[in-house]
């Protein structure tokens, strides 16, 4: 099951159908083991194979328990009416995102008035270590979370201002939580700006987190400064929102304490 997900995720991310070449010179496995479990993976409709093309695809199957997997397990759903209403205030781009692991998924967005172009889409993940979303959130994660993440990192160096070890990201994080919000200063594409701040629960677990993105030719680091109370009152009431809302770790909890 591990592999063929690793190969089920290969596929995915090439964003557009891939032949069985391209998908074998990225895979970690034998030419016999990658096709035997693409032919699984079609078998089970998680992936889709068009003949003429000769080409595979996220099958339907796979877009069915995506859908579900957005409506029961990611703050979209009921956080939605609080972006809309966040990105027509500010004006600039909205992003939703949550822990992936030790990534950031990005499970929705609201376009500036006048959009720009950028790395972020709902359904993409990227790093956490040099996104604001993924900066607010590690902020605030007990240590036992945040160590086994902090190691998982790259600490890729994208852009002349990303943090580039543990020790920086470290440093940075204490002077998030001593501001409370996160910025993204050009750390993972170059004139991309954002502020961030955690969406938290009454116990002040990590749900996810909300920023606000656009360019260093529109606004300043300042500018986006300005905007965080506002945003952490959009954060307040989706947190309250979700507090009524059995997140599968929570539902998982409250089963075994028997609460």
């Not at 099958?59 to 939605?80: E, F, K, N």
């Not at 990534?103 to 008035?113: E, F, I, M, T």
């Not at 720009?116 to 359904?123: E, H, R």
């Not at 500018?223 to 009524?244: K, M, N, Q, W, Y």
């Amino acid at each position: 099951m591990g592999k063929a997900l690793e190969v089920l995720d290969l596929v995915a991310s090439f964003g557009r159908p891939v032949r069985f070449s391209e998908i074998l010179d990225k895979s970690p496995y034998p030419k016999a083991t990658t096709y035997r479990l693409i032919q699984t993976l079609t078998n089970q409709r998680m992936l889709g194979f068009d003949a003429e093309r000769q080409t595979y695809a996220p099958g339907v199957r796979l877009v069915r328990l995506a859908h579900a997997a957005w409506t029961q397990s990611s703050l979209a759903p009921i956080a939605r009416p609080f972006i809309d209403a966040l990105s027509l205030e500010v004006g600039d781009t909205v992003h939703l995102a949550q822990l992936d692991h030790a990534q950031v998924l990005y499970v929705d967005k609201r376009n500036a008035r006048e959009p720009v172009q950028m790395f972020s889409q709902a359904g993409k993940v990227g790093p956490a270590y040099c996104t604001g979303v993924g900066k607010a959130m590690l902020a605030y994660l007990p240590e036992a979370e945040l160590a086994p993440i902090l190691s998982q990192q790259s600490y890729h160096r994208f852009t002349p201002s990303t943090l580039t070890s543990e020790e920086e990201l470290r440093a940075e994080l204490a002077n998030i939580r001593a501001r409370g919000y996160a910025f993204d200063r050009e750390e993972h594409e170059p004139g991309i700006i954002c502020v961030a701040l955690p969406i938290l629960s009454e116990s002040k677990r990590v749900l996810g987190a909300l920023s606000v993105t656009t360019t260093n030719t529109r606004k300043t680091l300042d500018d986006l400064a300005a905007l965080a109370p506002v945003i952490a009152e959009t954060a307040r009431r989706i947190a309250g929102e979700a507090e009524s809302w059995r997140f599968p770790d929570a539902a998982a909890q409250t089963t075994r304490t028997g609460t």
